[in-house]
């Protein structure tokens, strides 16, 4: 009973095309987070939603549009893909009230740019 | 602002040696630290939370805030330890150290 979910698990798709990574967490989290990991492993935050309302957004390229539909789902769409965006991304989620209990994080799907 | 500093890029050790992960923060609020762990190709798992002042699979970590560090150990490691290691501090947002790779060797 997996409590964060993504998909896909493996995306291999050429330059410059358009993809989407989804997310959904089934805790009951308010907040939702997209983290970047990359070939050197530095976790960054990317965005996080809070109720389907966009509060943090960090300095991430335009290309990057983050959506959710609802507080469950947060979803990462990426326009014209660039090699240098090869990486794992990580989806995370909390809960407002229980600040001390971390993040759960998902599995993660890793991009490969070709 | 948030920081995390873990110095150690990677750590190597024989199996039953002792470990340290070391982890210094920077915050202006109260802080509230966390330690990740990452075995191959997995997910982050929350493997201590400096609030509860647990030990999870031997490992424990206290926040010295005179220090400002929240380094990780265990008396004894074991192979199956290998992994890496995030010293994260929540705020707004939770910030991670740049993790440490602790190879533990037979």
């Known amino acids: 009973d997996t409590a964060v979910s993504q998909t896909p698990k493996y995306l291999v798709t050429q330059m410059g095309n358009d993809k989407s990574i989804k997310c959904e967490q089934n805790?009951?989290?308010?907040?939702m987070y997209w983290y970047k990991q990359d070939s050197k492993k530095f976790l960054k935050i990317m965005f996080s939603?809070?109720?389907?309302?966009?509060?943090i957004n960090e300095t991430v390229p335009n290309r990057f549009s983050p959506k959710s539909p609802d507080k469950a789902h947060l979803n990462l769409h990426i326009n014209s893909l660039e090699l240098g965006d090869s990486a794992v991304y990580f989806c995370?989620?909390?809960?407002?009230?229980?600040?001390?209990?971390?993040?759960?994080f998902g599995s993660g799907t890793r991009l490969t740019v070709v | 602002a948030q920081r995390v500093t873990q110095p150690e890029k990677l750590l190597s050790v024989f199996k039953g040696a002792p470990v340290e992960l070391k982890c210094n923060y920077s915050y202006s609020g109260s802080p509230e630290l966390f330690w990740y762990v990452q075995y191959s190709r997995q997910r982050l798992q929350l493997l201590l939370r400096?609030?509860s002042r647990e030990s999870i699979k031997g490992f424990t970590a206290d926040l010295n805030k005179g220090e400002t560090s929240f380094h990780l150990k265990k008396p004894f490691a074991q192979e199956e330890d290998s992994a890496m290691y995030y010293c994260?501090?929540?705020?707004?947002?939770?910030?991670f150290g740049a993790g440490t790779i602790l190879r533990v060797k037979s």
């Open positions: 995370a989620s909390s809960h407002n009230r229980e600040r001390f209990s971390g993040y759960t």
């Open positions: 400096h609030i």
């Open positions: 939603y809070n109720n389907k309302e966009l509060i």
């Open positions: 805790l009951g989290h308010d907040t």
């Open positions: 994260a501090l929540g705020g707004n947002k939770l910030v």
